[in-house]
């Protein structure tokens, strides 16, 4: 992604999206994370965190505080987010996932 010519598609506190105009990858800021995806693998994943319940998927950290562990495409990498981030990130998703359904939309016309 670092030779992409990004826009941004969502922004909001911590998180930010944006998608390649030559491309189309899509990279995921969130917190100090960024995770790329093609359009494909972004679906999947918005899929799979659509599923996650932070109280079904909890466990206890050796600080005492709950965390789910979010998988990535990468064997070696995930996120540890509390139950804020967990909401958050999940918010953003769906803010996400309606503002591609309208650009989708728009770029139809």
Known sequence: MSLCQTEII???EGFV???CVDCGRLGMLFGQGMLCFDQANF????NYMDKMVFEADKMQFYDD???VMIETYHP?????????EFYR???A?????LQLNILDLIRQF
């Open 43 to 46: 679906e999947a994943f918005m």
């Open 10 to 12: 969502y922004e909001s």
């Open 65 to 67: 505080r709950d965390r």
């Open 76 to 84: 070696d990498v995930h996120f540890c987010l509390v139950e804020e």
């Open 93 to 97: 998703l769906a803010e996400v996932k």
């Open 89 to 91: 990130l999940k918010a």
């Open 17 to 19: 999206l944006t998608r």
